[in-house]
């Protein structure tokens, strides 16, 4: 990190770290589509998940620490912070999305969790071409059209969930119940917190532009 | 909008979108109103629910438009976003608590329910009296009455919610209990969300009084 | 309070208010071990945490009105906003955690509420150090560690609700899973906003150091 910051003027440094943390946001709904779509070898996918998301949150801490090394800021130190949070937190609900199939014994996925993750997996391809946007600033409607196809993602998501809940509770077994509106629910939570990214999306837009 | 922008100054346009904001508030929490005390016609009444909540979610649009547009700003930009953010927030509660009713087939309705509605109706008309007071900020006292009220409000739910989760175990059919329970926390949340209001309301007199 | 605002320098108020919110914080985490690990008299004990959860209010409100009326604070208004919000919030989801008991009428606690009481109160500790610090923030160092720890904290308390729900799903009463998930996911989220407090830290040192 030393040595970067030697040669990498200051301030691209947060550029870089957003386009890593990005970049670990698409892989990990890559893999989360991979698990709800094929339902095998869970527990050796779910380890790659797990390492996926300590990388994320390594970049994450990173981010934290340049923050506080750095006078020279690209944006504001608030919007820094607030898009390595949210960021973070899409990468902490995909993993969640995984680790609850380990911990509640899921035998089988189904249809509405392959919806849910290739919405999450779309909202994330947004969330990297908005975040190269950044850099330059230069193609405002670009990261405006991100923004709305992730917002537009999240109305999906709701009706996703919408539709999982009301066959869902076609079976009468409360157990099942609890544990699969719980996985939906945290999907659906996951396309929230795209939506988070792509608030601040917004916000930098406003400030700077 | 192209005209009201020649017509009207600028920074008075986020009032007449707030007040909008607010008008829809308490259009959805009188409808939430009558059909939890009024159940039926369920179908055609959510109609013009879901009619409501995009009429929010078109002037929160147009206020986020005008934050992207406008340099000269009644308050700061991050206020107005978090003030049209959180209006709409309670909207969105109000539509999901309807909604629910739906998804889940809810039978009928009771008085836990419409207790929640008939604060969420107080806390909706509370907040349309402190976005008229946002214009001139010079009846600070009707505002922060509001808040104080508002805040009330939230603990009021928050007792109807020990109660209704206290009665409802006393059934012991889980899946009403995980049914209902969602529905009774969607409603209290609702009442969080007016918080949020009230707590925007707070921070724009700490800073502009 | 008129008598302090003369005899203490203004912005010296806020971190009195701090202090005695974290004081609070420890308080109720202390009771909340108590609670878990001898749960006898809990109408009594529940009494003394809603004195204690009243007592943060009164303290939470004091500090707000004191951000209307100062115009010299010792950190952004926001900060200072943002930090009681944290602390309160901490206070009310320990509150919630025993209120729970009484409302789910919990005959018995168990292992998993212990461990995250504890993890509760250390975090506490941890909070009440960290404010301690903001006074000077000549100790950089100091405050640094309590947030690492307040993470790690975080982390343990994610892992006792992984082992805590996988044990709760070997019961097979879905009344009872309700109930327990419910506490436990409440338990978690006390420690989530401990975090909170301790991210208003970490932006309090990228700003004022």
Chains 1, 2, 3 share one sequence.
Do not use: W
Not at 123 to 140: N, W, Y
Not at 148 to 161: T, Y
């Amino acid at each position: 990190m030393g040595l970067k910051s030697i040669i990498v003027p200051q301030d691209k440094i947060f550029f870089e770290l957003f386009e890593e943390q990005a970049s670990v946001v698409c892989t990990a709904a890559e893999l989360l589509v991979d698990i709800f779509a094929d339902y095998t070898n869970i527990e050796e996918k779910y380890r790659k998940m797990k390492e996926i998301e300590h990388q994320g949150d390594a970049i994450a801490h990173r981010a934290y620490d340049e923050l506080n090394r750095t006078f020279i800021t690209p944006f504001e130190p608030e919007e820094i912070s607030r898009l390595v949070t949210a960021l973070d937190d899409v990468i902490d609900y995909i993993d969640d999305g995984a680790r609850m199939l380990l911990i509640y014994e899921v035998k089988k996925t189904d249809q509405f969790m392959i919806e849910f993750a290739k919405c999450i997996r779309q909202a994330a391809d947004e969330i990297k071409t908005g975040i190269s946007g950044l850099r330059t600033l230069k193609d405002t409607e670009t990261i405006k059209g991100c923004c709305i196809e992730i917002n537009r993602l999240e109305n999906v998501a709701d009706e996703i969930l919408s539709n999982a809940i009301r066959n869902l509770f076609k079976s009468n077994d409360p157990v099942d119940i609890i544990k699969l509106k719980d996985i939906y629910e945290h999907l659906e939570i996951a396309t929230d917190k795209c939506e988070d990214v792509s608030d601040v999306f917004s916000a930098i837009l406003i400030r700077h532009t």
